[in-house]
């Protein structure tokens, strides 16, 4: 897609579908260790249970509860059977149990996508509702529980503290992994749509779906957090990361009536709701080496195979006593470091690469005013960016950019055009993204060529964020990123260990700018969904009268 818009930003297409795959490695891993516990459930009483007559304490059971030992000791070996932490240097130990539960995950993704997407379509109508009734059931259940309304409380009104602006990447992180931005997930799903499908409405269902359910499962989680706290746990500090699923839930577990039934929803949770993601990824990356010249005719459920054995293969370091390590940091620098790289690179691409040599052809003012508009938009965010942030001074670095794009980017710009107002701002503001988000609303018309009256607005709405606010709330968050790892090495690890989580986003931006550079591959993109704007018949309200030059540019006629 990325291709057509311009044949050197290919790579950024490239590179999102390798974040996908890359995670795949290690998050199949977390998958089986959800499938450890799934068939710990159906033990009684459970592995760590304190009810367990015969639990060998192999670490100070005033420092740790059982279910922290089962989880470091048996499923990841993180600590050796003395309880001693990984250090550098120690020998390799294996975990049997995550090492045949990874296999089985990849053999999931395997049957599910070898033939196509229209296999993993009829799996999903299992996956997605009895997670969600799974959810549910225990919301009800664990607001009920001793201590529930306290983590409640300080689920909606926080802890009183200020949050850092490393908790707010973490979030944007998170969404951007639930909802697969810019990983491929969505282009590859949507590639097999029909080709005028309105996709506005799906699109808000999808987001308004996900953030809902996250919502909805802070309540179960946060009242198991005021109930560890109630019961005076030891496990109620552990309210982040694997921390909370793998040891703090399954202690809440064992204290409640039903232990293994819990325990088998909860697990059962962690499964389905991974495993839909691993599907997703899976056929991200699938559907694009498909794609490829040099895959045409080569059967999907090769394709399939070669993948996920090849994933299998990758994920086996993640099974070690020193694979939660690995895992820790390519986590924190992909998600932290190349997704937003990719969504910058994907705003730039929509924003600043497409349509621009129609509307340089248009005019000598057309082509000065947008070569100024690009040049000054992104040297001044990436000097206020670097500034203010590395100043700690966010807010004023907000307002700093936002001052500055109206004063030094925009009414320059639209001085120089020396066009009427809005002519400059839907050939020159929002040049591309305007296009491109009327080639979507337009799917949604009853009338062909009649504009809706939401129409403008979610233009406009569309343009601003993907052309100027999008990059700029990224490339801060990045910034602040940077500065936070370079004060303090990430987890506190050694520095080989941040290399090797350094090379993931490395290897996403080498394969973005040789496609820049050399120009590896050519795709044609039909241009006939885009333009309808510039029909002499179309009737736009926010637009000028186009003149003829225009006309003529944007069909790539000479005057």
Not at 330 to 345: A, E, M, P, R, V
Not at 411 to 416: A, K, L, R, Y
Request: proline share 4%; charged share 15%.
């Amino acid at each position: 897609m990325f291709g057509g818009i311009n044949k050197r930003l290919r790579g950024i297409g490239i590179a999102s579908v390798f974040s996908a795959y890359i995670i795949c490695f290690y998050y199949n891993v977390i998958i089986s260790w959800a499938i450890v516990y799934l068939i710990a459930s159906f033990m009684s009483p459970l592995p760590w249970s304190g009810q367990k007559e015969d639990f060998e304490w192999k670490c100070d059971k005033t420092k740790m509860t059982p279910a922290q030992q089962f989880f470091e000791i048996d499923v990841i070996r993180f600590k050796d059977d003395n309880c001693k932490d990984y250090e550098d240097g120690d020998p390799s130990q294996f975990s049997v149990m995550a090492f045949f539960a990874t296999f089985f995950v990849w053999l999931c993704c395997f049957l599910a996508v070898f033939k196509g997407v229209h296999g993993s379509s009829y799996i999903v109508w299992f996956t997605v509702p009895v997670p969600l009734i799974f959810i549910v059931v225990m919301m009800i259940n664990n607001l009920q529980l001793e201590g529930a309304e306290k983590g409640v409380d300080k689920y909606l009104n926080g802890s009183g503290q200020d949050v850092p602006s490393t908790v707010w990447a973490d979030a944007v992180g998170q969404i951007f992994f639930s909802i697969g931005v810019c990983m491929g997930i969505m282009t590859s799903y949507g590639s097999y749509n029909p080709v005028k499908k309105p996709i506005i409405l799906d699109n808000m269902v999808i987001c308004l779906c996900n953030s809902s359910v996250s919502f909805i499962s802070g309540f179960a989680v946060w009242a198991i957090v005021g109930y560890l706290e109630a019961k005076n746990s030891l496990a109620k500090s552990k309210t982040s990361s694997a921390g909370l699923a793998f040891v703090a839930f399954p202690t809440a577990c064992d204290l409640m009536p039903w232990a293994n039934f819990w325990t088998f929803m909860f697990s059962s949770t962690l499964f389905f709701l991974g495993i839909d993601s691993a599907f997703s990824m899976v056929e991200a990356t699938s559907t694009v080496i498909l794609d490829l010249d040099i895959a045409k005719g080569v059967p999907k459920g090769f394709v399939a195979f070669l993948i996920t054995f090849v994933g299998f293969l990758l994920s086996i370091p993640f099974c070690t006593n020193w694979g939660f390590v690995l895992f820790d940091v390519i986590d924190h620098y992909l998600c932290t470091y190349l997704l937003f790289l990719c969504g910058i690179f994907q705003c730039f691409g929509c924003g600043w690469g497409f349509d621009v040599e129609p509307t340089l052809n248009l005019s000598e003012n057309h082509a000065k005013s947008l070569k100024f508009l690009t040049f000054s938009y992104w040297v001044w965010l990436m000097i206020v960016g670097l500034i203010f942030v590395l100043a700690e001074q966010i807010p004023w670095g907000i307002l700093a950019f936002c001052l500055g794009l109206f004063l030094f980017c925009l009414i320059p710009s639209f001085v120089i055009s020396k066009l009427p107002f809005r002519q400059w701002g839907s050939q020159i503001a929002f040049c591309g993204v305007r296009r491109l988000a009327y080639s979507m609303s337009k799917l949604g018309r009853k009338e062909p060529r009649t504009v809706m009256m939401w129409e403008p607005a979610f233009v406009v709405y569309w343009c601003i964020t993907i052309k100027y606010f999008i990059p700029a709330v990224l490339w801060f968050l990045i910034v602040g990123n940077v500065k936070t790892d370079i004060d303090k090495p990430y987890g506190g690890y050694a520095a080989h260990w941040q290399t090797i989580g350094l090379i993931v986003p490395i290897l996403g931006l080498v394969a973005f700018l040789i496609n820049i550079c050399f120009c590896l591959h050519t795709e044609q993109l039909d241009m006939a969904d885009f333009k309808e704007r510039f029909d002499m018949d179309f009737d736009d309200p926010w637009d000028e009268a186009k003149p003829e030059t225009e006309m003529k540019a944007m069909e790539g006629k000479p005057e």
